[in-house]
Nanobody, 122 residues
Framework: QLQASGGGLVQPGGSLRLSCAVS????????IGWFRQVPGKEREGVSS??????YYTDIAKGRFTMSRDNAKNTVYLQMNSLKLEDTGVYYC???????????????????WGKGTLVTVSS
């Protein structure tokens, strides 16, 4: 299971740190990613980590940082310089190593947690 948390209301320019607690499998052994669903748009990728590399989509580059704490079986998404258009539900997802997934959409990711709502508003 994956459980995302840490969402909330933040002003433009502010920061939030999302957490995704993993249970039932060892995070270090899996691919993991953050995705979001913003109003009126298809699901889009934020960042993902596989085979030792971390990938950021354009919406995240320079503003968001993904990290793992394998000892806590938890993955984080530090989001800085938040914009109004970052408002949405953020999900973490995982897949077994070797899984072919699309980091831009999340298609192929095998396990999804419930999302956490991020609202950026003044």
């Amino acid at each position: 299971q994956l459980q995302a948390s840490g969402g909330g209301l933040v002003q433009p320019g502010g920061s939030l740190r999302l957490s995704c607690a993993v249970s039932g499998f060892t995070l270090a052994d899996y691919y993991i990613g953050w995705f979001r669903q913003v109003p009126g748009k298809e699901r889009e990728g934020v960042s993902s980590s596989s085979d030792g590399s971390t990938y950021y989509t354009d919406i995240a580059k320079g503003r968001f940082t993904m990290s793992r704490d394998n000892a806590k079986n938890t993955v984080y998404l530090q989001m800085n310089s938040l914009k109004l258009e970052d408002t949405g539900v953020y999900y973490c997802a995982a897949a077994k190593p070797g899984t072919d997934y699309d980091g831009n959409t999340g298609h192929g990711m095998e396990y999804w947690g419930k999302g956490t709502l991020v609202t950026v508003s003044s």
